[in-house]
């Protein structure tokens, strides 16, 4: 059985910086394809992935290009989101997700994800 889990999220100033963590268990996952998503309350996920690694191909979406970094450990299992210069418009629910398909994943159709972590940015 896959399970997804995340950790890390927590409230933090604007201009401040945050690490998540998602283990992921169940899976080859250095096989697999990973990323990190978002979602503000009251409003849809956003559809595509914030931050995606596959093998040693790593992409960043516009907003959050040049603050964030992503990583991971294959021998930990675990994907990390190291996330600085936090503006209040990070302040969202964090999901680690992982897939096969690179194409699936970074649209949002990955068929493993966690239970997310909040993030909290204040102005």
């Known amino acids: 059985q896959v399970q997804v889990v995340e950790s890390g999220g927590g409230s933090v100033q604007a201009g401040g910086s945050l690490k998540l963590s998602c283990v992921v268990s169940?899976?080859?996952?250095?096989?697999?394809?990973l990323g990190w998503f978002r979602q503000v309350p009251g409003m849809e996920r956003e559809l595509g992935a914030i931050?995606?690694?596959?093998?040693?191909?790593?992409t960043y979406a516009d907003s959050v290009k040049g603050r964030f970094t992503i990583s991971k450990e294959n021998a930990k299992n675990t994907l990390y989101l190291q996330m600085d210069s936090l503006k209040a418009e990070d302040t969202a629910m964090y999901y680690c997700?992982?897939?096969?398909?690179?194409?699936?994943?970074?649209?949002?159709?990955?068929?493993?994800w966690g239970q997310g972590t909040q993030v909290t940015v204040s102005s």
């Open positions: 997700a992982a897939d096969d398909s690179p194409s699936a994943l970074w649209a949002g159709r990955g068929n493993y």
């Open positions: 169940g899976l080859a996952f250095a096989d697999y394809c």
């Open positions: 931050a995606g690694i596959d093998d040693d191909s790593i």
